[in-house]
């Protein structure tokens, strides 16, 4: 299973970025749960979103009402809408996906996932 992610950039605070994660190889989407991490320079990875196999999705609390995931499973995507982004919102965006079911609570612990993309920096200005 590959990920890649794209869609990461600059932008002031206020604005919004739109993250994708296309997945590839032996990897089918009605299987995966997907995720969204985190990881700001001299800070631990933590959970940002993430939805399960049948479409049910999990936020932290730092991004609740701002940040909405989604998934279209045909095109093997995830998807991370970023809006009213924050300067605290600054860090290197990584997509997971693992082969199983789990319930939402699970989708923010990052020692579930095995399969990890490569990371697409978010930079937000003040």
């Known amino acids: 299973v590959q990920l890649l992610e794209s869609g990461g950039g600059s932008v002031e605070a206020g604005g919004s970025l739109r993250l994708s994660c296309a997945a590839s190889?032996?990897?089918?989407?009605?299987?995966?749960?997907m995720a969204w991490f985190r990881q700001a320079p001299g800070k631990s990875r933590e959970g940002v979103a993430g939805i399960t196999r049948d479409g049910d999705p999990r936020y932290a609390d730092s991004v609740v009402g701002r940040f909405t995931v989604s998934r279209d499973n045909d095109k093997n995507t995830l998807y991370l809408q970023m809006n009213n982004l924050s300067p605290e919102d600054t860090a290197m965006y990584y997509c997971a996906a693992e082969r199983a079911w789990m319930s939402p609570s699970a989708l923010l612990r990052d020692r579930i996932f095995d399969n990890w993309g490569q990371g697409t920096q978010v930079t937000v200005s003040s």
């Open positions: 190889g032996d990897f089918d989407s009605d299987y995966y749960a």
